[in-house]
């Protein structure tokens, strides 16, 4: 069974960084794709970032081009190197296994506790 451990999250101003860490517990990560989610107060979850195995990566449109996914399989371990931040990627983040299955990524362990993103402006 699967565990995560979401890290990182804290209070910035716009135009900001932040760095997330996911530490994961089992065997299955060196197997599995990780995605990072994230959910604002009254908005569903979403997908922000994906990464492969062999470090193919994919990212929301809202996100491309401030947001890096990285992972290190050896340590079990996914990042979310979040830059130029803005008021609106105030949510909680989370990260999770991810399925690939008609052209769509699906969460497939249980969620953590997730990290606290807030942007102020």
């Known amino acids: 069974q699967v565990q995560l451990v979401e890290s990182g999250g804290g209070l910035v101003q716009a135009g900001g960084s932040l760095r997330l860490s996911c530490a994961a517990s089992?065997?299955?990560?060196?197997?599995?794709?990780m995605g990072w989610y994230r959910q604002a107060p009254g908005k569903q979850r979403e997908l922000v970032a994906t990464?492969?195995?062999?470090?193919?990566?994919n990212y929301a449109d809202s996100v491309k081009g401030r947001f890096t996914i990285s992972r290190d399989n050896a340590k079990k371990m996914v990042y979310l190197q979040m830059n130029s931040l803005k008021p609106e990627d105030t949510a909680v983040y989370y990260c999770?296994?991810?399925?690939?299955?008609?052209?769509?990524?699906?969460?497939?362990?249980?969620w953590g506790q997730g990290t606290q993103v807030t942007v102020s402006s």
């Open positions: 990464i492969t195995v062999r470090g193919s990566t």
């Open positions: 089992g065997n299955i990560f060196s197997i599995s794709a």
């Open positions: 999770n296994l991810v399925i690939a299955r008609d052209n769509n990524w699906y969460p497939a362990a249980n």
